[in-house]
């Protein structure tokens, strides 16, 4: 029963980020306002991190349940062979750890572009910004 | 109102529903045991990650790191962090050139900033902010975070300064966005010259390194020292975690510095235009 409560679990957060994965394409899309478009394309690539954490976990097999990739007691071979057995890969969070600062990178690449957008056209909706062009 | 409770009730009967279809058939959805390799005798990647992080028997293979995502950062993937490191800055550098034209006219006059109880509180949380976030960056080797972590939580302690005291507490303390830009580029030589320092070394002694080597590997034989005076500081990782700090801190803090300042002199910008 509680290796089904854990399954349950997980599957819900799974369901719950491919929700959030479709809502913050539908704000990048749809949403007029440059703001909120910075907003949910932060969502998104947020939401596309925590995809390839999940990809890195493993499942709970007879209690032994998943440990950060980090290794508390002294290196002896017990401890080591322990560790191998409950860690989790810690490839993708390293990777995870990268797109982080790309995506902060970018973020603030369009915050200053958006400060020049407003000074350009003393709006930030994009509609307008479409009519102005020219 | 009534609508958007409607809305709400679907989607959480979706996503519940669905939730409870894939707990059922579970072996397609859950991540399994990775670390049943294919090829019999053949060490997988991830395994080979968690055994070498910190493994003193594997002399020639380890980095003497307990902690394996730093490992992973600044060792066996050192290059894509190198240019990680050089997107992240020229994006700022970017920024930088776009936030150009305006003239950076420092708000004068009259009560500045907010209250007098956020303020002496402040005063007393901005030195543990820096001091969490140094405890960070320099543990990184350690225990989960790093360089750049340590270097985005202390970049919050100027944010806050900002939001509190206003910009003009920062540069009467001597944080101007010039002098950030010196230390960012401190930063960066150390990032570079830390990746290049065995290579000399070993250009010098005569032996076989590389570029970005930490440990002795069995073609390359130099090695950074990886504890000092019985502290673990994993050769080149206690350094790129150092430099990177001081790094983003001074990066993300020209950035903060940049959006405050702009308003003072936004007018000006479009006249050059």
Redesign the interface.
């Known amino acids: 029963m509680s290796e089904?409560i854990v399954?349950?679990l997980?599957?819900?957060t799974?369901?719950?980020l491919i929700?959030n994965f479709v809502l913050s394409i539908y704000g990048l899309f749809f949403k007029p306002h440059y703001i909120k478009k910075v907003i949910a394309l932060t969502i998104f690539s947020d939401t596309i991190n925590v995809f390839a954490i999940?990809?890195?976990?493993?499942?709970w097999?007879n209690g032994i349940n998943p440990r950060?990739?980090?290794?508390?007691k002294p290196?002896t071979?017990g401890a080591?062979s322990e560790?191998?057995?409950s860690?989790v890969?810690?490839?993708p969070?390293?990777l995870v750890?990268?797109a982080v600062?790309?995506g902060?990178?970018?973020t603030?690449?369009l915050?200053?572009?958006g400060?020049?957008l407003y000074?350009?056209y003393h709006t930030l909706d994009m509609r307008e910004i479409r009519r102005l062009r020219g | 109102m009534r609508r958007s409770i409607l809305h709400l009730t679907i989607i959480l009967t979706l996503l519940l529903g669905l939730s409870l279809l894939a707990s059922i058939s579970w072996q397609w959805f859950v991540p399994g045991e990775w670390f049943k390799c294919p090829l019999q005798g053949i060490w997988c990647l991830p395994v080979f990650y968690l055994a070498t992080t910190y493994n003193p028997e594997l002399s020639n293979y380890t980095v003497n790191s307990p902690e394996a995502v730093t490992a992973i950062v600044w060792d066996y993937r050192g290059l894509d962090t190198l240019f990680e490191t050089s997107v992240f800055y020229l994006a700022l550098i970017a920024g930088i050139a776009l936030a150009r034209g305006a003239s950076y006219k420092l708000p004068t006059g009259g009560e500045l900033g907010l209250s007098k109880i956020v303020k002496t509180v402040s005063r007393l949380t901005l030195p543990m902010i820096i001091t969490v976030g140094a405890s960070i960056g320099l543990h990184g080797h350690l225990t989960p975070g790093g360089g750049f972590q340590g270097g985005a939580t202390a970049a919050v302690a100027f944010m806050v300064a900002i939001v509190v005291f206003s910009i003009v507490f920062l540069v009467e303390h001597g944080v101007s966005k010039d002098r950030m830009l010196i230390l960012r580029s401190i930063g960066l030589t150390g990032i570079g010259l830390t990746a290049v320092a065995l290579f000399f070394a070993g250009l010098i002694l005569g032996k076989n390194a590389y570029v970005f080597q930490n440990m002795a590997k069995p073609f390359a034989g130099l090695s950074f020292p990886w504890e000092v005076n019985s502290a673990l500081i994993s050769g080149t990782l206690w350094f790129f975690n150092l430099f990177e700090f001081l790094a983003v801190t001074a990066g993300f803090t020209i950035a903060f510095m940049l959006l405050a300042m702009s308003e003072a002199g936004s007018e000006e910008g479009v006249r050059h235009e």
């Open positions: 089904f399954n349950y997980f599957s819900l799974l369901f719950s929700f999940y990809v890195g976990y493993r499942r097999i950060p990739p980090v290794l508390i290196p071979p080591i560790f191998i057995n860690a890969d810690p490839l969070q390293a750890l990268t600062v790309i902060l990178a970018v603030l690449f915050i200053f572009l400060y020049q000074k350009h």
